[in-house]
């Protein structure tokens, strides 16, 4: 991955988190582009967008319970559909159908909110199938 700019996208409805897990991507990872939304239409929009412009994400970071604004079910759908790897990262005492079809979806790639910067990390590479 060395001189490829990682292309990141970032989906929460909590600033802090979508805040949190910038600062550590940035932290992680040489000057990567992240691409940051709180609503998991404008999620899709940006996927598909930097498809379209021939930018496929390299991965997708997204919560799950985004009220009012619905869930991260349809991100984490459309990133299966695509082929394009997602880690979900949300509270694990969820409990509803929508999150255990998500739970499903992802399989091991699931971070407990508040994530922290070497569980990102970890898992990135893990997904991404490198070392920075």
Same mark, same amino acid.
């Given at each position: ?35 940051? /939304?709180? /609503? ?22 997204? +919560? ?5 604004? +619905? ?29 255990? /079809? ?31």
């Amino acid at each position: 991955m060395k001189g490829k700019t990682l292309i990141l996208v970032v989906v929460d409805d909590e600033k802090f988190i979508r805040d949190l897990l910038t600062r550590h991507l940035h932290r992680c990872f040489d000057r990567p582009e992240v691409n940051i /939304t709180g /609503t998991p239409d404008f999620a899709c929009d940006i996927i598909m967008n930097l498809i379209r412009h021939d930018r496929r994400p390299d991965l997708v970071f997204t +919560g799950f319970d985004m009220r009012p604004h +619905g869930n991260g079910l349809p991100v984490i759908q459309l990133c299966k559909k695509l082929g394009v790897p997602v880690i979900l990262i949300c509270s694990p005492d969820q409990n509803h159908e929508d999150f255990r /079809t998500a739970r499903e979806l992802v399989g091991e790639s699931f971070i407990a909110k508040p994530a922290e910067g070497f569980e990102i990390k970890e898992m990135a590479e893990r997904i991404l199938g490198f070392r920075s």
